[in-house]
């Protein structure tokens, strides 16, 4: 994996971190509201500014206060200045000058790590002038930006390139394999996240709906890049008390559609809801890859059985998703755990596997041969060929001629004869019928 520039945004609340972040990666990815501690963990994007690549971390808002969830908000911006090449710091020319101003930057200024200062909220060249003020925190050269506009970010991107270190380089490695983590709230998916990492990347709390925003981590493993994206929890629509918590179903929404892969959590203490069964419908229509990851699996009590039954009862509660694989796992035990990576590799490669044309109309004819194409009114229906015309999902077109002779029920049955003849475990196949003319 190429080593990239690294970028930490930092700040206290309300400055428009979350807003120069997405400017940065080019799509809403963090959550904007105009109150602060909306973002809560650190937020993992990625950009590219004239042919070069870089990854930008959106933090909480920092605050000096000794309440017990603004520590843990620290405490993750401090994570990410570790992780950084460079900091910026962002504070807002609306605002001046605040005391946690200060006091953020005499922590950056023994922080060994380069740290440029920008200034948000300067929508018109006359506010420039106002930027004066900004010198006294001893940060340097004040960087004019607008988060809104989007002005000044060349410049500010120009700057930071010129302080990378030399180890970084412009590589781009696009083979990622991306799974977002998919459930209701608190089922465990902040701590499966940290388990999987090894470290306390995300904020865990018993509170429903602490994780808001859509959490990407890049990291390695078995020499592939993965991308993590620990999603906010999906609430029924009637649940939505706030503006912030609709986007983060959207944000979750955005999640899936984004990876490759969905792993459908699954609170083993609750059972199976049917928002699970939601959330995993969005992900099959969206034609991602599944797991199915039963989490808490240490906290029940078990006898020779109970393994089975959840099992049976996860294959009649989600029929649509019999190629699924299923996985019993511990966030806190780790128990299976090391189990899930691998499993997601294999499944990645059977989303991307390909085969060949001539491979697939032998199984089609040993399928016909099983099981005559079907007529309807003394009409026969022709099957000519099969081939692949895409992956992630495998699509495939199948070649008739009178597609409305095409029952859902015979090609439900050939696309189960190519998953039996082909590994597709835990991916959907799609199947196109189209007329030869």
């Known amino acids: 994996m190429s080593k990239k520039l690294t970028v930490a945004i930092v700040g206290r609340p309300n ?102 200062l920008a200034v948000n909220k300067v929508d018109n060249p006359e506010q420039e002038a106002d930027i004066w003020q900004f010198y006294s925190l001893g940060l340097g050269d004040p960087y004019p930006v607008s988060g809104a506009h989007g002005r000044g970010l060349g410049d500010l991107l120009d700057a930071l390139f010129q302080q990378a270190p030399a180890d970084v380089d412009s590589e781009v490695n696009d083979n990622v394999i991306s799974f977002a983590l998919l459930g209701r709230p608190n089922v465990g998916k902040s701590s499966l996240t940290n388990a999987i990492l090894g470290e306390e990347r995300v904020i865990v709390s018993d509170v429903p709906g602490t994780t808001r925003d859509a959490v990407d981590t890049y990291f390695t493993y078995d020499e592939r890049e993965f991308r993590i994206i620990d999603t906010a929890g999906m609430r029924k629509r009637g649940k939505l008390t706030e503006p912030t918590e609709r986007y983060s179903v959207m944000r979750s929404h955005d999640a899936i559609d984004r990876g490759d892969i969905g792993v459908i959590v699954i609170n083993a203490e609750e059972g199976i809801r049917e928002q699970d069964k939601n959330v995993a419908g969005y992900a099959h229509e969206a034609g991602k890859g599944v797991i199915i990851l039963v989490n808490k699996w240490d906290t029940l009590k078990k006898d020779n059985h109970t393994l089975k039954n959840f099992e049976k009862e996860i294959r009649e509660e989600f029929a649509f998703l019999n190629y699924a694989p299923i996985l019993f796992v511990s966030a806190v ?104 003319h």
């Open 333 to 436: 035990t780790k128990q299976r755990l090391n189990q899930l990576l691998p499993l997601i590799e294999h499944v990645y490669d059977n989303y991307q596997r390909r085969v060949q044309s001539s491979v697939l109309n032998q199984v089609l004819e040993e399928a016909i041969r099983v099981n005559p194409a079907p007529s309807d009114k003394g009409r026969k229906l022709r099957v000519y060929y099969l081939t692949q015309v895409s992956t992630a999902p495998p699509t495939f077109v199948v070649m008739v001629n009178d597609k409305k002779l095409m029952h859902f029920s015979y090609a439900r049955f050939l696309q189960n004869q190519i998953r039996s003849s082909f590994d597709f475990e835990g991916v959907p196949l799609h199947l196109i019928t189209r007329e030869r």
């Open 15 to 116: 400055v428009g971190k979350s807003t120069i972040f997405n400017r940065l990666v080019g799509e809403r990815i963090s959550i904007v509201e105009d109150f602060p501690g909306v973002t809560r963990d650190r937020i993992y994007g990625r950009g590219e500014w004239l042919n070069q690549p870089y990854s930008v971390i959106d933090t909480g808002g920092i605050t000096f206060e000794n309440e017990d969830f603004m520590t843990q908000i620290r405490y993750q911006a401090e994570i990410a200045m570790d992780d950084a090449d460079v900091i910026v710091m962002l504070a807002n020319v609306r605002d001046g000058i605040t005391k946690t101003d200060e006091q953020l930057a005499r922590v950056l200024q023994r922080s060994k790590k380069p740290v440029l």
